[in-house]
């Protein structure tokens, strides 16, 4: 809600690096800790990848604020230039040299496209399913609840695959999940690329995914297997900054937040199963059938993803529905 149109989903795209550093760190610890210690290693990994959590909420816990964009869209301008006045301290500014008191805070709201009021009689959050959101909504459902449900099934059951094929789970993973991080640096070129933008992103990288996926599945060797392990990260990991990007720009502020807790939500009523089906399809002790069924799931995710027709690329954010 802070970055300029020209490079917001770049921004949005690269401050995922710190938690891709982070998984990267966490599979080195991992690798470390658990064959390292076999009795208590699995403890001390737990341990040791919770202390940033606790670090993250003291922080949190000292510098929270309300986005003064969305007290904008509330009304509430008071409260929001206290915020503006707070974040121009913070870097050695006066609001006054940015934002002039005579300039009020409310021209800065902008309206849907057309400036009808859509859906005021409904609850908020069925906003995301009235007449200019709803396929937007549904195709954007199919997308997230696959991805994440592909995304968490490959990192949790990846390690037990790879020992049924004979190789360091531990190693094999690691070096797999450092796949994402130039992944996230080519979508955050690919993603304001003017001929390219949002949406052919996703498809794209939606679509190696499920190649790499049906070639993990069938063509095995103890090259090809870390390759495309390598390359699945590449293409599938940094779609989730893209659509964390994606999903925070298709929904005015007013609802933004609803809106994410929704697509969360959502995601995780279906992820419930996920352990039994993970687990069902591993103990099979056929390799071939858990990444089938990945790439299967990434093949819904490209045809919802082909039925997206809103793209986000250079358009402003809406503030009021």
């Not at 809106?259 to 199963?273: D, E, K, M, P, R």
């Not at 059938?289 to 990945?294: E, I, Q, V």
């Amino acid at each position: 809600e802070f970055l300029p149109v020209r490079n917001r989903g770049r921004v949005l795209v690269l401050v995922t690096l710190l938690p891709a550093l982070a998984a990267c760190a966490s599979g080195g610890m991992g690798w470390w800790l658990i064959p390292t210690y076999p009795v208590l290693g699995w403890r001390y990994f737990t341990a040791a990848i919770a202390f940033p959590s606790f670090v993250a909420a003291a922080g949190r816990m000292l510098f929270f604020y309300e986005s003064p964009r969305f007290l904008v869209s509330q009304g509430k301008f008071t409260q929001a230039r206290g915020v503006l006045v707070a974040m121009a301290r913070m870097n050695g500014k006066r609001l006054g040299d940015l934002l002039p008191e005579r300039v009020p805070l409310q021209d800065m709201i902008i309206p849907d496209s057309d400036g009808t009021d859509r859906g005021s009689s409904l609850p908020k959050l069925l906003t995301i399913f009235s007449r200019p959101y709803i396929r937007r909504t549904l195709c954007l459902s199919v997308v997230y609840v696959c991805l994440n449900t592909g995304y968490y099934c490959t990192t949790v059951f990846l390690p037990a695959l790879l020992t049924q094929l004979n190789l360091n789970p531990y190693f094999t993973s690691f070096i797999s999940i450092l796949g994402q991080i130039p992944g996230i640096f080519l979508i955050s070129i690919l993603t304001e690329w003017p001929c390219v933008g949002r949406l052919h992103t996703l498809r794209l990288m939606t679509f190696f995914t499920v190649v790499f996926f049906l070639l993990f599945a069938f063509v095995r060797n103890n090259v090809s297997i870390p390759v495309t392990g390598i390359m699945i990260f590449f293409f599938m990991v940094p779609m989730l900054p893209l659509m964390y990007t994606i999903l925070s720009e298709s929904y005015p502020t007013e609802i933004r937040a609803q809106a994410l807790n929704f697509f969360n939500t959502l995601s995780a009523c279906f992820n419930l199963g996920l352990p039994y089906l993970g687990g069902y399809l591993v103990e099979q002790g056929i390799p071939w059938l858990f990444p089938s069924m990945a790439a299967a799931l990434f093949a819904i995710q490209l045809v919802a993803a082909l039925l997206l027709n809103h793209e986000t690329r250079g358009v402003r954010l809406l503030d009021n529905v």
